[in-house]
């Protein structure tokens, strides 16, 4: 992400529950905005863009999936 972006971006309290979640989600966003821009430039399919992409989209995944609530039982 660029300074501007970061900056228009409130930034929460380290103390609160979900700050990584909040701070992964930001990150699998600018993953997802970036892979979004750079797939509008292509006009044709080919196959190594498409797996370019499967492979983009499985790092945004697994980013996704890390986020995932890991709830503590007592």
């Known amino acids: 992400m660029n300074n501007q972006i970061l900056e228009d971006i409130p ?5 609160w529950d979900y700050y990584l979640t909040y701070h992964t989600l930001l ?3 600018s ?3 970036k892979l979004i821009n750079e797939i509008s430039e292509f006009e ?3 196959v190594t863009q498409d797996e370019y992409f499967e492979e983009q989209l499985l790092k945004i995944l697994k980013t996704l999936s890390s986020t995932l609530p890991k709830i503590e039982t007592e």
């Open 11 to 15: 930034q929460p309290d380290p103390a």
């Open 27 to 29: 990150k699998a966003k």
């Open 31 to 33: 993953r997802l905005d």
């Open 44 to 46: 044709e399919a080919s």
